[in-house]
């Protein structure tokens, strides 16, 4: 197992583990999961090895990564892992848009028809 390969993985892993542990209360541990499944499966085309990363119960597993670590380069590590943090930050980011322009959308409603009944 390359040495800067490990170091990197150890390095996204606790990220990720601190990622999991602020967005579960909020978002919920199931939609972070899915959100997570969702991009290692679109990503895994790009970066193959990308699907030695699983998804469990409570969040990243990151054992397979470890195991075929010799497979892969310190390049391809970085590159299908930064992709990887990139991709889900993209669709958490759009999914807080859509609950903040949803709860926007709402209180507009709520002001037009407090308005209405003026």
Same mark, same amino acid.
């Given at each position: 197992m390359p040495d800067r390969s490990k170091e990197v993985v150890d390095t996204f892993r606790r990220v990720t583990n601190i990622i999991w542990q602020?967005?579960?209360?909020?978002?919920?541990?199931? @939609?972070? +999961?899915?959100?997570?499944?969702?991009?290692?499966?679109?990503? @895994?085309? +790009?970066?193959?090895?990308?699907s030695y990363l699983k998804v469990g119960p409570d969040g990243l597993l990151w054992d397979d990564v470890y195991a075929h670590l010799g497979e892969i380069s310190d390049e391809q590590t970085q590159a299908m892992l930064e992709t990887f943090l990139d991709e889900f930050f993209e669709a958490v980011a759009n999914l807080i848009g859509k609950l903040v322009v949803g709860k926007l959308f709402r209180e507009a409603e709520e002001l037009a028809r407090a308005g209405e009944e003026e």
């Open positions: 602020r967005l579960s209360p909020t978002f919920g541990i199931r @939609t972070i +999961n899915a959100i997570a499944k969702n991009v290692i499966v679109r990503q @895994t085309e +790009n970066h193959p090895p990308l």
